[in-house]
Structures are given as C-alpha cells and as structure tokens.
C-alpha cells in the first residue's frame, strides 16, 4: 500500500479536504483478503466505517475535534489520530473492517502530463481615486466576526470528493475571526486557530485575502489557492471562498478543479 504523506498544520477551512485528497490518491484498488483486527475509524461501532466518520477521523487529526468524539480512530491509545491510524481508517472503510488489504502491483502506464485547463487569475482591484464625502476609513481595533452556516456553492471537482468537502463544511463548527489593519489598505485576519491571513480593504469596506495549503503523496502533489472576499460594511454578511485545486504528477487521473464555499459573517461587538 502506497505510503501517505501528510502535513498536519494551523488549517484553513479547506485543509481538510486536501486531506481527503491525499487518502484518495494514496489507496490502492484490488482485491482484498481476510484478516484480524480492530475496526479503526468505526466511531459509533456498527462494524463499519462511514464517510461521514472519516470525516470526524481527520478532525481529530487536525486538532478540530477531541478524540473522544471517535474514539475508535486512536489504536494506541495515546490520545491523538495518527497518519498511519487513517490510512487505517480509510482502509477499513473501502474494504471492510477485519479485512487485509490488497497489495498494490505496479502496472507500466504512459506518462501523464498534468497541464491545468485553465489559468485562475484574481481580476485586478478597480483603482478607486478617494473622495471627502466617500472615503470609508476602517476602525483601527480588531473587528471580530463570527464565521458559521458554511456551504458549497458550486464543485468542478469528481463527485466522492465534492460530497466529503460538502459534509465537512456543513459540519465546521462556528469560528470567531479578528480583523485589524495594519497600514494603509493592508489588513490582517486571524481564526480561531490561530492561522493568519494578509489582505487588503478597499473604500467600500470590502476585504479580500489569499491562502496557499498543499500536501504531497508520493508523486501528487495537490495545492489549494484560497481567495476570499467579505463585506464587511453589512452584517450579518457573506464570505465567499473560491478554491483553485490543482494535482501535479502521478495523481491516479484527478484532474484540476476549483470549488466555491461560503459562509455567514456576523460582527461580535467588542465594546460591551
């Protein structure tokens, strides 16, 4: 079975489903023999694992969720999901829980070339000449916003990925972030995970932002160019996040895609 390669970090709404990206290149397909052992990832132990447990497995491992909500996942009882506990996991899902898993043969096969369909180029900003009676000057505290009620707006990508992404956003709990600016136009937003992210603020009071995740399996590599745009002149009010995701190499014939996810800002009044 193919090694998994995965980085663990301070993760944006979409590290997850790079995550997820990585597990679907990095099980073999084959037949499968009988075997012993635990069901790992089986969270409500019916003797099967779901989708939807993976999905809470790689919670865990992110650190978004307490081991206890599936307790199954940590073998060792050390407190914590490791790499090699989902590739477990996702092993018991495909295959069934107790069952040895095939051995991958390798098969001689062209060289693909992965050449992106498109080029996603963020439009550049209107320049906007400032005016006495229109000008915006953004609150030189942190603004704080509460980010909940996520959705997938829209998928490119194949369809087992596009429903893992739809129930881990649908399932991400509610999350503050603070907005401070820095200087000039520049901003800085910071989650309740701590990860950070630099933009910028127009006249309009409208921020935007960008965020690079990726993750490296054995000859994939899978990226995720994050940008988002918020107004923040409204609330409550929408982020929108468009997700350019991208596979180089040997990514068992995934292709480019992009996904569009929002969310539901609602300002937290600091002053009280």
């Known amino acids: 079975m193919r090694a998994l390669v995965l980085t663990v970090v301070q993760a944006s709404r979409l590290a997850v489903f790079c995550a997820l990206l990585a597990m679907v290149v990095a099980i073999p397909v084959g037949p499968a023999a009988a075997g012993l052992g635990p069901c790992v990832g089986d969270c409500d132990g ?8 993976l999905i809470r497995a790689v919670r865990v491992a992110l650190g978004n969720a307490s081991v206890t909500e599936c307790a199954s996942v940590d073998l060792n ?7 090699a506990e989902l590739i477990q996991a996702v092993v018991d899902s495909l295959y069934g829980c107790n069952v040895v898993p095939p051995t991958s043969t390798p098969t001689p096969t062209s060289t693909q070339t992965f050449t992106p369909s498109r080029t996603f180029t963020n439009s550049p900003t209107p320049t906007r000449t400032p005016s006495p009676t229109t ?3 953004p609150e030189r505290v942190p603004l704080r916003w ?4 996520g959705r ?3 998928s490119t990508c194949r369809s087992d990925l596009t429903e893992n992404l739809r129930d881990e956003v649908e399932n991400t709990p509610p999350c503050t972030i603070d907005i401070m600016l820095t200087g000039g136009d520049s901003i800085r937003m ?3 995970q701590g990860l950070v992210r630099e933009g910028s603020i127009d006249g309009a009071n409208v921020a935007r932002a960008t965020f690079r995740d990726s993750d490296s399996v054995q000859g994939c590599r899978i990226t995720i160019d994050e940008n988002l745009e918020v107004d923040l002149d409204v609330s409550p009010t929408t982020l929108v996040t468009i997700g350019d995701v991208d596979f180089d190499g040997d990514c068992q014939g995934l292709r480019d895609c992009m996904v569009t996810v929002e969310y ?4 937290v ?3 009280r």
């Open 146 to 149: 509460m980010d909940s009620d």
């Open 264 to 267: 539901t800002w609602t300002r």
């Open 135 to 137: 000008t915006h000057t």
């Open 77 to 83: 009882s050390d407190g914590r999901a490791s790499v």
């Open 152 to 154: 997938l707006t829209s």
């Open 190 to 192: 910071v989650d309740c």
């Open 46 to 53: 019916n003797g099967r694992v779901t989708v939807s447990e």
């Open 269 to 271: 009044d600091l002053r």
